[in-house]
């Protein structure tokens, strides 16, 4: 009998990051502001966009290490403190209100080598991953999911709207994009409450996203 390959591994942190179990909200709102206290040292600068894409006009995050950059959304800041990412991420952008605690950030990350036709299972998985991650106590459904592309090669868009836990709804979307036949990336939003305003600027986000 040949034995079966092993499933492709997803992006993002392994589930032995998971937060510990507590007030589910407060784990989430706390683990996104974390998130933007803590940024690479390494590998990112704001640039402006002039052109006509989403956010143009806007200053840009380059993020060198994962060979993408992204539009910054009026409201949204790069992180006053530097310091280090976990190594699934490298660059990352966000906003939090601490009267309503809550949050949204934006993360990118170096995805590896995958074939064209293997991008949709990669993407609903690490979607998939990332969700339990930020919502170990949650369960998440797919949305939305579709082939696009960035910069002209082929990219997959994964939305999930994630149950908490805890009575709320929270919002994550992911995108692969194929760099080259051996370099991909990936950016990935996360959003809490699931609004139709924070979803719009997650994706906007994620639309701006171009090769570096």
């Given at each position: ?6 499933p492709?591994a ?9 937060p ?14 974390l998130v ?11 640039l ?15 993020d060198?290490a ?10 949204w800041k790069?992180?006053?403190e ?20 809550t949050?949204?950030t ?8 995958i074939?064209?036709?293997?991008l949709?299972q990669r ?10 991650f930020?919502?170990p106590d949650?369960?998440?459904?797919i949305?939305?999911s579709?082939?696009?592309t960035v910069s002209g090669?082929?990219a997959?868009?994964?939305?999930l709207?994630?149950?908490d836990?805890d009575g709320g709804?929270?919002?994550l979307?992911?995108?692969?994009m194929?760099l080259?036949d051996?370099?991909?990336a990936?950016l ?5 409450p ?19």
């Amino acid at each position: 009998m040949t034995t079966p390959p092993p499933p492709a591994a997803a992006f993002g942190p392994p589930p032995s990051m998971q937060p510990q179990r507590r007030t589910r909200r407060t784990a989430v709102v706390c683990a996104l502001a974390l998130v933007l206290a803590l940024l690479a040292a390494a590998g990112w600068w704001l640039l402006g966009d002039r052109d006509d894409a989403p956010l143009a006009g806007r200053p840009r995050v380059t993020d060198a290490a994962a060979g993408i950059s992204y539009g910054i959304p009026e409201g949204w800041k790069q992180p006053e403190e530097q310091g280090k990412l976990i190594n699934a991420f490298t660059s990352t952008i966000g906003k939090t209100d601490k009267d309503t605690k809550t949050g949204a950030t934006v993360l990118a990350g170096r995805a590896g080598t995958i074939p064209e036709a293997e991008l949709k299972q990669r993407a609903e998985r690490s979607a998939r991953s990332n969700a339990t991650f930020f919502f170990p106590d949650g369960r998440s459904t797919i949305d939305e999911s579709h082939p696009t592309t960035v910069s002209g090669r082929p990219a997959h868009t994964v939305t999930l709207k994630i149950d908490d836990g805890d009575g709320g709804t929270a919002h994550l979307r992911l995108t692969v994009m194929t760099l080259s036949d051996a370099r991909s990336a990936f950016l990935l939003g996360v959003t809490q409450p699931n609004g139709p305003a924070e979803r719009e600027e997650i994706a906007t986000i994620l639309a701006s996203a171009k090769a570096a």
